[in-house]
């Protein structure tokens, strides 16, 4: 996860970075849910998590900073933010009426991004 908010910091088109991201960051809310919690949770269950858990809420400022700063992202979401958010949408992802449906994560993702994209670019 890290090491894909890091490659978003540099690419060349931070909208489909902040989308690859996303992406995979749902993937892992609704695949792990020990992921969401030690993303979320108020106390890491190790040291070494919680410099994980530091690292990748810094890397997503800088991108959410970028995504800004280029007319991308609406003001005011910041990494802990959108963590709750991917969270929620995980959590809806799973208790879908449509479990059997694959494009569930994707159309939910969407209609997360409609209200943070700057435009409706999702």
Do not use: Q
């Amino acid at each position: 996860m890290i090491a894909e908010v890091r490659r978003g910091v540099t690419a060349p088109d931070v909208r489909a970075a902040l989308h690859t991201f996303l992406d995979h960051a749902l993937t892992a809310y609704v695949e792990d849910e020990a992921f969401a919690a030690e993303a979320l949770g108020p106390a890491p269950t190790t040291e070494r998590t919680r410099e994980l858990r530091d690292e990748l809420v810094g890397m997503i400022r800088d991108l959410l900073a970028r995504a800004v700063s280029e007319g991308v992202l609406r003001p005011g979401i910041d990494a802990p933010d959108l963590l709750v958010l991917l969270c929620g949408v995980a959590y809806a992802v799973k208790n879908s009426p449509y479990p059997d449906d694959p494009a569930v994560a994707t159309r939910y993702l969407k209609a997360l991004l409609n209200g943070v994209l700057a435009t409706d670019a999702a």
